[in-house]
């Protein structure tokens, strides 16, 4: 392949996002490659511009409180001296209790008419079926929008292979309570009326999921952008979470690709710009260099608002 190497005479920034209005941007990749990084410096730029900002971390490593120097737990915590930002990092036991607080009492009433089990081995089976763990996050993430309560929502998601889980759960995820009434309804000879309840339930699941879904899928409400470095590891997977979320209908259109050598001013350095040249080339050449926002590689780990602030003026090459 004859990838085109030139770097573009004005580096891309993601700038261009922000007249888009979209309500979530989501930042997914491989473990490490700056996720976390790219998602509060992105928080912090919407903040800074005035929209009221909530990240949100469901990567199961706890990271914003470092990040961001204060203790950030499953509830909404406002960022200490940046007004309009606010952050919450949400694992999947959290999740999966609220989900139960949400629908526990709607599930247990609909399914109680149809099999005779205790309350919590109820919920406790419903809350098994694949995928119900993603509906629930996408549900959280979507809840944060609506209702105005806040103008952007940064979702720092867990590695690829979850988010991946994520977006092909309606289907799987619906096929199985779609097969759940016929399992009840063998199990137990039921009168006409339970059944209509027990459907009924399953019928507004699936408009809720299908809303979901379509929510996601919509690049007027969302932006997926890809955290990679460049290098054969993180270029290859990078491919594939692309290639797949075009299978669910989700296209991406940016990558930021982060410890990019910028400043090879020793033979070790030279060597690793060169290692890297390629892998931009298939970026540029996959994305177009537009799309393509490269970050260097820092001297210093990025911590605190100061250090926050430069990786946004990259990114967004705000002044
Ligand atoms: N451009 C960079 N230069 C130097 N260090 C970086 C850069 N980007 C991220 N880091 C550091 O690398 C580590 C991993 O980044 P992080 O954003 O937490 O990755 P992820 O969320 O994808 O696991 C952090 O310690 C972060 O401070
Ligand atoms: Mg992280």
């Given at each position: 392949m004859n990838a085109p190497t030139r770097h573009p005479a004005t580096p891309a920034s993601l700038s261009a996002l922000d007249a888009e209005n979209k309500r979530v941007i989501m930042f997914g990749g491989k473990g490490g490659v700056g996720k976390t990084t790219s998602s509060s410096a992105t928080a912090l730029h919407y903040a800074l511009a005035g929209k009221k900002t909530l990240i949100i971390s469901s990567d199961?490593?706890?990271?914003?409180?470092?990040?961001?120097?204060?203790?950030?737990?499953?509830?909404?915590?406002?960022?200490?001296?940046?007004?309009?930002l606010f952050a919450l990092e949400i694992g999947i036991d959290e999740v999966m209790r609220r989900?139960?607080?949400k629908f526990g009492p709607q599930i247990y009433a609909a399914a109680s008419v149809v099999?005779?089990?205790p309350y919590d081995e109820i919920i406790d089976y419903v809350a098994m079926a694949p995928g119900i763990q993603e509906?629930?996050?996408?549900d959280f993430i979507l809840e944060h929008i609506r209702g105005g309560r806040y103008d952007m929502v940064v979702w720092d998601t867990?590695?690829?292979?979850d988010t991946l889980r994520l977006l092909s759960l309606p289907g799987r995820f619906l096929k199985h309570l779609r097969t759940a009434?016929?399992?009840?309804?063998?199990?137990?000879?039921i009168l006409g009326v339970s059944r209509t309840q027990f459907l009924d339930l399953i019928g507004s699941w699936t408009t809720l999921s299908e809303e979901i879904a379509r929510f996601f899928v919509d690049p007027a409400n969302v932006e997926f952008i890809v955290v990679t470095i460049p290098e054969a590891l993180g270029v290859y997977q990078?491919?594939?979470v692309i290639e797949d979320l075009k299978a669910h209908g989700l296209t991406v259109r940016r990558a930021v690709v982060n410890s990019v050598i910028t400043d090879p001013d020793s033979a070790f350095l030279r060597q690793r710009s060169a290692m890297q040249q390629p892998y931009l080339a298939m970026l540029f050449n996959d994305l177009g260099?537009?799309?393509?926002?490269?970050?260097?590689l820092l001297p210093y780990e990025v911590k605190g608002i100061a250090r926050l602030r430069e990786v946004e003026r990259i990114l967004f090459r705000t002044e």
């Amino acid at each position: 392949m004859n990838a085109p190497t030139r770097h573009p005479a004005t580096p891309a920034s993601l700038s261009a996002l922000d007249a888009e209005n979209k309500r979530v941007i989501m930042f997914g990749g491989k473990g490490g490659v700056g996720k976390t990084t790219s998602s509060s410096a992105t928080a912090l730029h919407y903040a800074l511009a005035g929209k009221k900002t909530l990240i949100i971390s469901s990567d199961l490593t706890p990271s914003l409180s470092d990040i961001f120097e204060t203790p950030i737990g499953p509830s909404e915590t406002p960022v200490p001296g940046v007004d309009n930002l606010f952050a919450l990092e949400i694992g999947i036991d959290e999740v999966m209790r609220r989900w139960k607080e949400k629908f526990g009492p709607q599930i247990y009433a609909a399914a109680s008419v149809v099999v005779d089990m205790p309350y919590d081995e109820i919920i406790d089976y419903v809350a098994m079926a694949p995928g119900i763990q993603e509906e629930f996050m996408l549900d959280f993430i979507l809840e944060h929008i609506r209702g105005g309560r806040y103008d952007m929502v940064v979702w720092d998601t867990a590695p690829a292979g979850d988010t991946l889980r994520l977006l092909s759960l309606p289907g799987r995820f619906l096929k199985h309570l779609r097969t759940a009434p016929r399992f009840y309804f063998k199990a137990q000879d039921i009168l006409g009326v339970s059944r209509t309840q027990f459907l009924d339930l399953i019928g507004s699941w699936t408009t809720l999921s299908e809303e979901i879904a379509r929510f996601f899928v919509d690049p007027a409400n969302v932006e997926f952008i890809v955290v990679t470095i460049p290098e054969a590891l993180g270029v290859y997977q990078s491919r594939r979470v692309i290639e797949d979320l075009k299978a669910h209908g989700l296209t991406v259109r940016r990558a930021v690709v982060n410890s990019v050598i910028t400043d090879p001013d020793s033979a070790f350095l030279r060597q690793r710009s060169a290692m890297q040249q390629p892998y931009l080339a298939m970026l540029f050449n996959d994305l177009g260099a537009d799309s393509v926002i490269l970050m260097p590689l820092l001297p210093y780990e990025v911590k605190g608002i100061a250090r926050l602030r430069e990786v946004e003026r990259i990114l967004f090459r705000t002044e």
